[in-house]
């Protein structure tokens, strides 16, 4: 009977294991969107990823029989400990073959990490802040994943409760088809909301005018959820890094930007072309061909995706959400987009998922994030 042995990454070579190890179970799975590689290997690194300044990481690589057969990562976030008084291990980056063996030696590994720093709870899968990706799925095993969302195998959660893990957080996302036409009412609708408030959509005539309006964006961000328990403030470091890793994905036409009469930013919304398929063929990299099934995508694609959306507190239930739509749809008519993807929002929050209430919204996809109390 084969033992399973968990080894934590200490040399580059066990990091690419890391990171490859997904593309390798997902090999012939049609749904699994793959990360680019450089981009992970990123991740671990102090001087790519600003959380590490105030975070600490271990992977691990679980092994059978010589074969990596399955991975998880720990964190402790101590800006999230200080701020918020939240202490807790951060599980994540977890795959594992449908092996019960395999999952309880890695939740074991997760579960000895925390002990050893007298922390007494565990949750996962999540990144090292609330910016980074998180859940795992629970509905929409058939559904093709997104450059946002995780994907696993329809056992990975079967094996977490088998464990304990009990449910913390949960997420949904929806697929919306987006109507040819939009009724007057709407424009009428969206006319006297605009006069009202002394409200603009700004127009861009390039990508470089967007630029400074991007710290007013994460500030939007912050003032946008900062009534959620769990949210952190974005640091100047994190804009930074996000700045220079999706900004030259982002496509000026899919922005939609809201100012009052002073032009400030009072809402905005980031819709991207999906780019889940190219990832599939690009297999992780963008050279030597990858970049060019991107470009495909962002010129001719019938789906896109939400992504981020910020609405000052003074302007939410004001109306403000149906302007955001109005514009979505002409951006998308123009484009010939028929299918929106939203990013998992928490069930609770409602707010946001008024956004698509009257269009007719699917729930096809939820996700959670499981939690173990160790004694």
Not at 58 to 65: D, E, G
Not at 129 to 146: C, E, P, V
């Amino acid at each position: 009977m084969s033992e399973i042995s968990v080894i934590e990454v200490k040399n580059s070579e066990q990091l690419k294991q890391f990171v490859r190890f997904p593309m390798d179970l997902y090999k012939n799975n049609p749904y699994y969107v793959p990360a680019f590689i450089n981009d992970e290997i990123k991740i671990w690194s102090p001087k790519e990823n600003p959380a590490l300044q105030y975070s600490e990481a271990k992977q691990f690589l679980a092994y059978k029989n010589s074969k990596v057969v399955g991975r998880i990562a720990l964190m402790i976030n101590h800006k999230e400990e200080r701020e918020l008084g939240i202490r807790k291990v951060r599980f994540g980056w977890i795959d594992f073959i449908d092996d019960e063996k395999v999952s309880q030696a890695l939740i074991g590994k997760a579960v000895e990490y925390a002990k050893e720093k007298n922390i007494g709870k565990i949750e996962g899968p999540m990144g090292f802040t609330n910016l980074d990706k998180a859940g795992m799925l629970t509905l929409g095993f058939d559904k093709l994943a997104t450059m946002i969302g995780i994907y696993n195998h329809a056992y990975y959660p079967q094996h977490l409760e088998k464990l304990g893990l009990t449910k913390e957080k949960e997420w949904v996302e929806f697929e919306i088809m987006f109507p040819d036409s939009l009724p007057e009412k709407i424009y009428k609708f969206n006319e006297l909301i605009s006069q009202k408030y002394h409200l603009k959509v700004l127009r861009f005539k390039s990508k470089e005018e967007i630029l400074q309006y991007v710290d007013a964006m994460f500030d939007l961000l912050d003032e946008t959820y900062k009534h959620l328990s769990t949210y952190t403030p974005i640091s100047d470091e994190q804009r930074k890094t996000y700045k220079e890793k999706y900004f030259p994905l982002i496509d000026k036409d899919f922005i939609v930007c809201i100012a009052d009469e002073n032009n400030n930013l009072v809402s905005f919304a980031i819709t991207m072309p999906s780019y889940s398929k190219a990832l599939q063929k690009s297999k992780g990299k963008l050279l030597p061909f990858g970049w060019w099934h991107f470009l495909q995508a962002g010129k001719k694609n019938d789906r896109a995706n939400f992504y981020l959306i910020g609405i000052h507190p003074d302007y939410q239930r004001r109306g403000v959400t149906s302007i955001i739509f109005k514009e979505i749809w002409d951006i998308f008519n123009k484009k010939g987009v028929k299918y929106l993807e939203t990013n998992p929002e928490l069930e609770e929050n409602k707010s946001i998922q008024l956004l698509w209430q009257d269009y007719n919204p699917v729930n096809h996809k939820r996700r959670r994030t499981y939690a173990l109390e160790i004694k």
